[in-house]
């Protein structure tokens, strides 16, 4: 082979590894063939959370961090990238399936992971959040009443969790959003035990409420942002649930959450009213929301997903995409606003740079193999 066409066929691999050093990669198999368009029992979420993680180590880690009563994991999977500087990253909590019966928000949680697998090496700006933050998701955090909605038909309503009756009762079951210790047991609740809204014997009762107050009550500092995925209302709900309390910064809660709800329109020109919970809802205490912005983190939302009260919780998997491709715009609006805020412009730049320099690599060599083709190299084999 001469010295031309040997630069030659440097400059394609050179030029191919630049253009394509973003670009998807293999480990996505399993994502791809897993059908995010039907609702799917707990032991089929695990196994899809397996194939994620081994499919996709550079991205996905995985951890159970709490165990609800009956003993099964409380599991989630980790979101994220290394960066070059070695800087902390900041932290981004999304959880789906508290109420058991709300299928289409494990649904969306799913959804949420493979559009991120799928889409983060050929899209620079989200690659670029996951070096400057970890997202958590967890799947379903109420995972035995999750697992009993799937029973048979006279159980696919229930709401709660599996805790054992009181005493003297035969009622299972704790409201799992009423048991957060923010505002316990104040407004929205029941202290019968056959209630959907039952609080629970006292704040944080509960392992799986437990489980989330404790893992992300040491990593308070790192949180940036805490999602909470429900059904039905399309209704982006900020704190508090009390209707005497104002989070401090609720103007930009309302501002954030108003433009997430004008993304989600703009996909299938579904509404969603952004407010509290006693101005567009009722007035409720204990929930997880709440709970987060109690404990200083800035940015903390409930999601309620379709619909308005035709099909409420049981909505139709024909509706699965449609709802969690406007809830994914949502809920990645919220999430680049808060990273824009927290991270400089430096980083930006840095981002930039890179990209500059690869482009003044490729026209360098696209220069050098104009002159070569110029000079006659047409064909190198």
């Known amino acids: 082979m001469t010295p031309k066409c040997w630069m030659l066929r440097l400059f394609v691999l050179i030029s191919s590894g630049l253009e394509t050093s973003g670009g998807s990669g293999g480990g996505l198999q399993s994502t791809r063939s897993y059908d995010y368009t039907k609702y799917h029992p707990m032991d089929e979420i695990y196994r899809w959370m397996e194939d994620v993680e081994r499919g996709n180590p550079e991205l996905v880690s995985s951890a159970v961090y709490g165990h609800t009563v009956e003993g099964r994991n409380i599991t989630l999977l980790k979101l994220g990238l290394d960066n070059s500087e070695g800087r902390e990253k900041k932290l981004m909590w999304v959880d789906c399936g508290i109420h ?87 407004v929205g609740v029941s202290f019968d035990s056959c209630a959907n809204t039952y609080c629970g014997k006292s704040p944080g009762s509960e392992p799986e409420a437990r489980a989330v107050m404790d893992f992300i009550g040491r990593r308070v500092n790192q949180t940036l942002c805490f999602l909470t995925i429900h059904s039905a209302g399309q209704l982006i709900l900020l704190p508090y649930g009390h209707p005497e309390i104002s989070a401090p910064n609720y103007n ?130």
């Open 100 to 186: 058991a019966r709300e299928w289409i928000a494990p649904a969306f949680c799913q959804w949420f992971v493979k559009e991120i697998v799928h889409t983060y090496k050929t899209n620079e700006k989200l690659e670029q959040m996951l070096q400057n933050l970890d997202v958590y998701v967890t799947p379903v955090i109420n995972v035995d009443g999750y697992t009993f909605t799937w029973a048979n038909d006279s159980t696919r309503l229930w709401r709660k969790s599996r805790s054992l009756p009181l005493q003297g009762s035969n009622c299972y079951g704790v409201d799992l959003n009423r048991n957060f210790n923010a505002n316990w047991g104040t």
């Open 252 to 381: 930009e809660l309302v501002s954030v959450g108003e433009a997430a709800a004008a993304e989600m329109k703009k996909v299938h020109g579904m509404t969603y009213t952004v407010g509290t919970s006693p101005q567009i809802l009722y007035p409720n205490s204990g929930s997880s929301r709440d709970w987060a912005r109690l404990m200083g983190v800035p940015f903390s939302y409930t999601f309620e997903l379709r619909d308005t009260g035709e099909f409420s919780h049981l909505l139709p998997e024909e509706q699965i995409q449609p709802a969690c491709e406007e809830a994914y715009a949502g809920a990645l609006s919220i999430i680049t606003h808060v990273h824009d805020k927290t991270f400089s412009s430096a980083a930006v730049a840095a981002v930039t740079g890179v990209a500059s320099a690869s482009g003044v690599a490729v026209a360098i060599l696209s220069t050098v193999v104009s002159a070569l083709v110029t000079a006659g190299v047409s064909a190198c084999d």
